[in-house]
């Protein structure tokens, strides 16, 4: 992961974002919102051993800040807080969320050279968000 570490990339691509945004109970008013907006992400390593996740907007900057492997409350752009855990297995960066209910969902962050995808899923729901963002300067 340390190839991509700094590197920003900017959503270019969005399937099934609001149908996503609706099934994990987002407000109609907020869905409209994220998807009005091309987030620029990034990922930095801190000086105390921890990661933080940037996502860029011209309405919102949200930052998940974590250490893998390690349980942490996260509020997700929404509002909504989370249980959330970060694990690296290769050039992936995967992320459970538990909401109060119970319910998890999983972000697949796929990072390559030139790409950065991002696969969204959640118990109970048949359907997949992919969000494709590109290497930025």
């Not at 109970?25 to 620029?40: D, H, I, Q």
């Not at 940037?54 to 309405?59: A, G, I």
Request: net charge neutral.
């Amino acid at each position: 992961m340390d190839q991509f570490i700094g590197k920003k990339y900017k959503l270019k691509t969005s399937e099934n974002f609001d149908e996503y945004l609706k099934y994990i109970g987002v407000g109609f008013l907020s869905r409209k919102t994220a998807n009005s907006v091309s987030p620029v992400c990034s990922l930095t390593l801190n000086d105390d051993g921890s990661y933080t996740l940037s996502m860029l907007t011209t309405f919102r900057n949200v930052f998940i800040k974590f250490k893998l492997n390690e349980e942490f409350i996260e509020e997700r752009a929404d509002g909504t807080k989370v249980k959330s855990t970060m694990v690296i297995e290769g050039n992936k960066l995967i992320q459970i969320q538990i909401e109060d209910n119970g319910r998890k969902s999983m972000h697949i962050r796929e990072f390559t050279p030139t790409t950065l995808t991002v696969t969204s899923t959640a118990e109970g729901w048949d359907g997949k968000c992919v969000r494709v963002y590109e290497i930025v300067d």
